[in-house]
């Protein structure tokens, strides 16, 4: 079965330095895994995907992932935080099937908060 | 205009009333899903579709009920409110033939803030 853990429910950075959210997952199948975002009163938007193609996956607003399958993991990065960044992250997996039930699997969110 | 609507976008009604979340799409996706979000949990599966005549229990699935009325509508029922049912509620879909791999992304609503006094 499908699990996704993110590591940290709420992560505080200054604007301009980097941004690290960290998610490691479990799957039995080749994995999609996804990060998508929240913004405070706002639906979720896909932030990037990985489906099995080049394993540094490039997204909006700057951000990346690397899916490393040794360490099971998909952290989402970028070089410099900005105030418009501040919001809820989820990583999500689905596998070769969808998921057991054809859904997506999600983490319980980071807390992303920018300080000036 | 968004591909995904949800009606209404806030709801506070009393327990034991009887309540519908509506859900519509114009991305002509056959599969459609209805999460759940609470705080710290970050979204839970209720239902879900992979087409019109299929209905499928997901993992929070008691308290509710859908109808799949068209390939575009899907709609969330609680037959008779609770407390514990205020949350905000999230319709997506997807479509397994997108190329690429891709059929597993979801396209999400902008989401139902339902309170349950």
């Known amino acids: 079965a499908q699990s996704v853990t993110q590591l940290d429910s709420h992560v505080s950075v200054s604007e301009g330095t980097p941004v690290l959210l960290r998610c490691n997952y479990s799957?039995?199948?080749?994995?999609?895994l996804f990060w998508y975002v929240q913004h405070p009163n706002k639906g979720l938007q896909l932030l990037l995907k990985y489906t099995s193609a080049a394993t540094l996956v490039k997204g909006i607003n700057g951000f990346e992932a690397e899916f490393k399958k040794s360490e099971t993991s998909f952290h989402l990065t970028k070089p410099s935080a900005h105030m418009s960044d501040a919001a809820e992250y989820f990583c999500v997996v689905s596998g070769e099937h969808g998921g057991s039930q054809g859904n997506l699997i999600f983490g319980k969110g980071t807390k992303l908060s920018v300080k000036p | 205009d968004a591909d995904v609507t949800q009606t209404p976008r806030n709801r506070i009604t009393k327990t034991g009333k009887r309540i519908m979340l509506e859900c519509s799409q114009t991305k002509g996706h056959d599969r459609m899903y209805w999460y759940r979000q609470d705080p710290g949990l970050g979204l839970r599966l209720i239902y879900y579709?992979?087409?019109?005549?299929?209905?499928n229990k997901g993992e929070i699935s008691d308290g509710y009920s859908v109808s799949r009325q068209a390939q575009a509508k899907f709609s969330l029922s609680l037959e008779s409110a609770i407390p514990n049912q205020t949350a905000l509620y999230f319709c997506?879909?997807?479509?397994?033939?997108?190329?690429?791999?891709?059929?597993?992304?979801?396209?999400f609503g902008p989401g139902t803030r339902l309170t349950v006094l």
């Open positions: 997506a879909t997807s479509d397994p033939g997108l190329a690429g791999g891709l059929g597993n992304e979801q396209f």
């Open positions: 799957s039995s199948y080749s994995p999609s």
């Open positions: 579709s992979f087409d019109v005549k299929d209905i």
